[in-house]
């Protein structure tokens, strides 16, 4: 059995089942590229400070590079009775090099490099989630642009509201994406500083220079305070915290295009990429990955709520509960990042079917609003409007009648304000045109967003 690098203290053996249940080899083995980068980071400054001595350190990094190669060609058996990452590395470390690799841990604690470690990963995991993100926006942009004429029904309560261009709809969610990824740059910010030489606690006895590594491992400056340091897991909780606010806005997106592609909506189809069919009704094709994408939301709610969990009520400073960060924080950014790409490509293989969205704007009075409105711009107060129009959309549903088909005699029996010219607003195409302000879902205005979204995209890259 590997002999334990805190073995020092200790006359019996671990029993076999408490290091089975306290070890996170299984999980904590994907940071050994964010381990390795930090140790060979801390090695050059424990030279540079005349800790150890050069050659030590380049001996240090020399074994430390080669375990990096053994473990990405898959020749490293990781050892649970060597408990986690850092662990498994150092031992190996010390049996490749000998007692030198045991320098390495000067001036540092497994609770500092833990933090350092979860810390580079989570930078280089965000700016993988911001690719995605950025496809699915380009996807959203593409659909957009490719259906800009397409008019449905737009809703509130899931009741016909009035009609919106379909390109309006897809850029809402470009508009939730947008501030997403705000909420990801913004916690980067956070994240982007070095705990490492915190020690186990209370900083170190030796003359380290933290600045000096925080530079080589590109951060933007260092932790205050070492208790702190050690024991803050907010960066995961942020991330958390905007992962949740994301599944939220690609469950709800998810929710929309199982509805649309439903035979009583009928206004999209998935394809068939996304769908599986039934085992037992021939005629199915049932919308499973935006269903398991809504699914997996909350997960990663739960993932959430965890991590709030475990950190609730800790002591300061670490305590090996938060050991327990890493699997939610780890299968969050799986689920985000699947997520995320599927629906990229899920989006940008979508086909409209605009002739039923359109069909579906013209039905439920789409454009009653826009006969108030009309109203109004003759000098009737708004309220009074409402009303004349409640009583034509009455009069419209005993007829069995849509508004645009009533004859100018029975506009005028509810408002002698009506004139010839009411059939030019109460088309489907009059009325989405008309609301042209910015943020509005007339073409004009939607296609200045494309534009700006577009433009902004352009400068970022
Ligand atoms: N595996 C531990 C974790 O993930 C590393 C830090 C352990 N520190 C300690 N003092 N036991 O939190």
Redesign the pocket.
């Known amino acids: 059995m590997s002999k334990k690098p805190w073995a020092g203290r200790f006359t019996q053996p671990t029993d076999q089942f408490v290091e089975a249940f306290t070890a996170?080899i299984d999980f904590?083995q994907r940071l050994y590229r964010y381990d390795i980068q930090g140790s060979i980071a801390h090695a050059r400054m424990l030279a540079r400070q005349g800790i150890i001595a050069e050659g030590e350190a380049r001996t240090i990094v020399d074994g430390l590079e080669a375990i990096l190669a053994d473990i990405e060609q898959g020749d490293f058996e990781f050892s649970v009775a060597l408990?986690?990452i850092?662990m498994n590395i150092e031992a190996r470390l010390i049996e490749r090099i000998g007692p030198v690799g045991g320098k390495l841990h000067t001036a540092r604690s497994?609770?500092d490099q833990?933090a350092l470690d979860i810390r580079l990963y989570l930078r280089d995991e965000l700016n993988r989630i911001q690719e995605y993100l950025d496809r699915l926006q380009e996807a959203l942009l593409n659909q957009a642009e490719a259906n800009l004429g397409v008019i449905m029904p737009g809703y509130t309560h899931l009741q016909t509201a009035q009609p919106v261009l379909f390109s309006h709809h897809l850029l809402a969610y470009y508009e939730m994406l947008r501030r997403d990824a705000g909420r990801f740059s913004d916690l980067f910010k956070r994240l982007n500083v070095l705990p490492l030489g915190a020690g186990a606690l209370a900083g170190t006895t030796f003359p380290i220079d933290r600045e000096f590594v925080a530079e080589q491992l590109g951060f933007a400056g260092v932790t205050r305070n070492s208790l702190d340091s050690v024991s803050d897991r907010d960066f995961a909780l942020e991330f958390c915290a905007a992962a949740s606010i994301l599944m939220m806005h690609l469950s709800r997106f998810s929710e929309e295009l199982i509805l649309w592609s439903s035979a009583d909506f009928d206004f999209i189809t998935l394809s068939d990429a996304f769908c599986t069919g039934s085992s037992i009704m021939p005629q199915k094709k049932n919308p499973d990955v935006p269903e398991l994408v809504r699914g997996k939301t909350g997960r990663v709610y739960g993932n959430l709520m965890g991590l709030l969990t475990v950190m609730k009520a800790l002591p300061l400073a670490?305590n090996?509960d938060?050991?327990e960060d890493?699997e939610p924080l780890f299968d969050t950014l799986d689920t985000v990042i699947g997520s995320l790409k599927i629906f990229a490509d899920m989006i940008a293989q979508l086909s409209v079917k605009a002739d039923s969205m359109r069909q579906a704007a013209a039905r439920g009075f789409s454009t009653a609003t826009d006969v108030a409105d009309y109203v109004v711009r003759k000098g009737v107060p708004f309220r009074d409007a409402h009303e004349i129009v409640g009583k034509t959309v009455r009069y419209c549903i005993e007829q069995s009648k849509d508004i645009p088909e009533l004859s100018l005699a029975e506009f005028r029996s509810f408002s002698e304000h009506i004139d010839e010219d009411i059939y030019d607003y109460v088309t489907l195409d009059a009325s989405v045109n008309a609301r042209r302000a910015t943020g509005g879902t007339a073409r004009e205005a939607v296609q200045r967003e494309i534009a700006s979204a577009r433009r902004e995209r352009a400068e970022r890259n």
């Open positions: 996170s904590d408990e986690d850092h497994r609770n833990v670490y090996k938060m050991q890493k």
